[in-house]
């Protein structure tokens, strides 16, 4: 289920938020007055030529582009263009976040959860005192891990609880905190899965997930469930069951109480009855997942026959607690390989409140995050105007980042020799996954680019490492802001600095492009 969830409800900012027609590809000179390009000495005459063709492109003349390449071994320009202006990065904001996390955390670094008790756990299975959930931000934990910690409780001795489950969420800052950075009302209304809340007590990405079938009748109601039962989801099934072939469509809307606490999810629309079997969910945001891990947690406790005396409450773990049982989650790298690869806004948020809970001390908080992504930068040199965080996913119109800021990340990471190799493998391939995994699979371009994509309304960007047939290892980052229309334009332009730089030859025209990230 976790990496079903990773690819399907982490949708980052991969659609506009509009459609537009594509318009015809046409060469146009660059407006009068647009930004000059400039061609680094660490740059061959050959490879200095193909460049200096890229500004003849249509997008250039049409929206605000920022564009570095550096060698990525030695730091030296080869390229820019658009006088490393800082642009919104969208999420390409996250190989900021990555850096830090691997610096700050390590690559096998693992989010505890933390089972601790009060009193005294009898030879009988009776635990005299209270049991202590302590959440410490995974992102990664789903129901079926949920599951499997609620059964090791039973195999450490406990049957019965002569107290209360007490749930200690201090490890961040808030219960069900929103990105910071966006405040797009139709989204928090909506649900829409790539604005999921935040939280240290956190399960199923924050996601609720409705499985939709239909029923035995056409023209009869049709089937509608939460894969995930919770006392902070109601679901009002107002589907139809339609003819064989007929349009499925589904229209979902959300309605919280006036705590912002239970959502309320009506469907309406028609389910054909020859719906495939194997027909995805339907993924919505929770509005309080401390609440839904709380209910989860006690449903299944029950489902396993755990008896509780007491409540289910919220509250910080005395000093002391003694320790029962801790859970972990898998490495960070391969956590934020899940992140980058697909684009996961929830996950980039966790990871960076936690950062900012261990390096900047309790509560973990999205500000404190950024002040520690800024300090990095910083520490490589580059200049304050340069950059502005206000979260760790790019998931904001207040960020801003300058390609050359981006480009010292990307040699910083690339020069380390413990965690570079760590970092590269976290980012998309082209041609073999992730947001990538359709571009770049022509005339032997498969794997020879790593890169971030990211994409907001009229922002498409492109950030990662090149690999020269010569051997040369080149980093970029190419910003596209003020895109109108179709993305297409601006895709053409990424995809050929990519084969300019890794030097495979062949034109657009015989590329796939012009699909979507």
């Known amino acids: 289920m976790r990496n079903l969830l990773v690819s399907l409800v982490a949708l980052s900012l991969l659609t506009p938020a509009w459609a537009g027609s594509p318009e015809v590809a046409q060469a146009a000179s660059p407006a009068e007055g647009a930004p000059a390009s400039v061609v680094g000495e660490a740059a061959t005459p050959g490879l200095a030529a193909s460049l200096a063709t890229l500004p003849t492109m249509p ?34 904001m996250k190989l900021v976040t990555s850096a830090v996390a691997l610096r700050e955390l390590g690559p096998a670094y ?35 891990r949920m599951w499997k910690m609620i059964a090791d409780i039973q195999a450490r001795g406990v049957a019965e609880i002569d107290g209360d489950v007490v749930f200690d969420g201090s490890y961040m800052a808030g219960e069900g905190v929103w990105v910071p950075g966006w ?21 199923n990405y924050n996601v609720a997930a409705i499985v939709v079938r239909p029923g035995a009748t056409v023209g009869g109601p049709a089937l509608a469930e939460f894969d995930t039962p919770s006392g902070v989801l109601v679901l009002e099934n107002q589907l139809t069951t339609g003819r064989a072939r007929s349009k499925y469509w589904v229209k979902v809307e959300r309605k919280l109480d006036e705590a912002g606490k239970v959502g309320t999810y009506t469907l309406t629309g028609n389910v054909p009855v020859d719906l495939d079997a ?69 996950i980039a948020e966790q990871v960076l409140r936690a950062v900012a809970a261990e390096r900047a001390g309790l509560p973990g908080t999205t500000e404190k995050g950024a002040r520690l992504l800024g300090d990095y930068l910083a520490s490589l040199g580059v200049a304050a105007d340069r950059y502005r965080f206000v979260n760790g996913s790019g998931l904001s119109r207040d960020i801003q980042l300058a390609p050359s800021a981006l480009d010292a990340v990307l040699v910083d990471m690339h020069r380390n020799h413990d965690l570079g190799p760590e970092y590269a493998a976290t980012l998309a391939v082209g041609g073999r996954d992730g947001t990538l995994w359709h571009r770049f699979r022509d005339d032997g371009m498969e794997g020879r680019v790593r890169a971030k994509t990211g994409s907001l309304a009229g922002v498409f960007c492109l950030a990662g490492y090149v690999a020269g047939t010569d051997g040369t290892e080149y980093a970029f980052s190419f910003f596209v802001n003020d895109l109108e229309g179709s993305t297409t334009r601006a895709r053409d332009a990424h995809d050929q600095l990519v084969r300019v730089l890794s030097g495979v030859t062949g034109s657009l025209a015989e590329a796939d492009v012009g699909q979507g990230d």
């Open 110 to 144: 693992r989010f505890p959860t933390w089972v601790k008790y009060q009193g005294e756990l009898g030879a009988n299975g009776v635990l005299t005192g209270n049991l202590h959930i302590v959440g410490q931000g995974d992102p990664t934990m789903v129901v079926e």
């Open 183 to 203: 405040s797009k009302a139709e989204d928090l209304e909506r649900g829409d899965v790539y604005y999921a809340a935040l939280g240290a007590l956190s399960l």
């Open 278 to 346: 194997d027909h995805p969910p339907i993924y919505r945001t929770l509005a309080d997942p401390t609440g839904h891990y709380v209910s989860v947690f006690r449903a299944l406790a029950a489902s396993q026959g755990i008896k509780v005396k007491g409540k289910f409450r919220l509250g910080a773990a005395p000093a002391e607690s003694k320790l029962l049982l801790k859970v972990e989650s898998d490495r960070l790298v391969e956590i934020i390989a899940d992140m980058n690869k697909q684009s996961n806004n929830f």
């Open 59 to 92: 997008v250039f003349s049409r929206s605000s582009i920022a564009l570095e390449v550096v060698n990525a071994a030695t730091g030296e320009r080869v390229y820019a263009y658009g006088d490393d202006k800082a642009l919104l990065p969208a999420s390409t």
